[in-house]
């Protein structure tokens, strides 16, 4: 009886491997698309694709990469390490970016502050033709 207990006891603190395996896939599968978008963003901006490529995958690099894009000075990486400026700084970021690309400069402040949609302008930004600003 009491072996059936442990038994039962060892088997309830096993955990499946099956979803956390997935949920590691699934996130390297979207950190390396975004990756590629931040590096098809940065092309638009005149870096070459693999060089910003693989800028865009190592994770500390990638904010300097998107400094680079947003022709900033690369001591504004100290101010995105404080809390309520790194918004600021970022959103100031973000607007150059869309500037550099041709789209209006209040893109950034919508890419800062406005989850899901913000989505949807970075793959704008990243596939969509660089050219005359969209008009509202």
């Keep these: 009886m009491e072996e059936q207990m442990m038994e039962i006891q060892i088997e309830q603190m096993q955990m499946p491997a099956g979803p956390s395996i997935a949920m590691i896939i699934l996130w390297v599968v979207v950190y390396v698309f975004f990756a590629y978008c931040l590096a098809r963003i940065a092309t638009k901006v005149g870096i070459p694709l693999g060089k910003a490529f ?77 050219g005359v600003a969209a008009t509202v």
Excluded: D, H, T
């Design 54 to 130: 693989i800028w865009a995958l190592i994770p500390i690099a990638n904010i300097f990469l998107f400094l680079k894009m947003a022709a900033k000075p690369m001591w504004w990486f100290i101010l995105l390490l404080i809390p309520i400026v790194n918004i600021v700084v970022g959103i100031i970021a973000w607007m150059a970016i869309a500037e550099r690309c041709g789209k209006p400069g209040w893109w950034g402040i919508i890419i800062g502050l406005v989850p899901i949609v913000n989505i949807v302008f970075i793959l704008i930004l990243a596939f969509g033709k660089k």
